[in-house]
């Protein structure tokens, strides 16, 4: 389990952070990222840059679409809506990865089976 920190640039890796914004577990499947969205708002307006990592993390979570959509002006109502089909455009790519992933499983033990089947002979 890791801790999404912020922390000031001049701090060592492992030294002094100001304040813990979330929490990763990549052992889970799927991982689990739990995140303070106020928090992580709030350093990223005053100039807090994420790393790639907790970026991708961020983004994962829908975060960065969000703050993007209240920059642009719009209202709490736009933006729930957006995110909702934000929510269903990401189970829908979820469902695709998979089902993706299982068939070249498939295709791979079919490979295999072949392939053992030809050295027999």
């Given at each position: 389990m890791y801790q999404i920190v912020v922390a000031d640039a001049r701090s060592p890796r492992d030294g002094k952070f100001l304040e813990v914004v979330g929490h990763y577990q990549p052992?889970?499947?799927?991982?689990?990222?739990?995140?303070?969205?106020?928090r992580i708002a709030y350093w990223m307006?005053?100039?807090?840059?994420?790393?790639?990592?907790?970026?991708s993390l961020i983004r994962t979570t829908?975060?960065?679409?969000?703050l993007r959509l209240?920059?642009?002006g719009r209202s709490d109502a736009e933006i729930s809506d957006e995110m909702e089909k934000w929510q269903e455009r990401q189970l829908a790519k979820r469902k695709k990865g998979l089902l993706v992933k299982s068939r070249r499983r498939s295709a791979?033990?079919?490979a295999e089976a072949k392939a053992a089947t030809v050295g027999e002979a």
């Open positions: 052992t889970l499947k799927p991982h689990s990222v739990t995140i303070k969205k106020d307006q005053t100039g807090a840059q994420p790393t790639a990592t907790v970026n829908g975060l960065l679409y969000e209240k920059s642009m791979k033990k079919e």
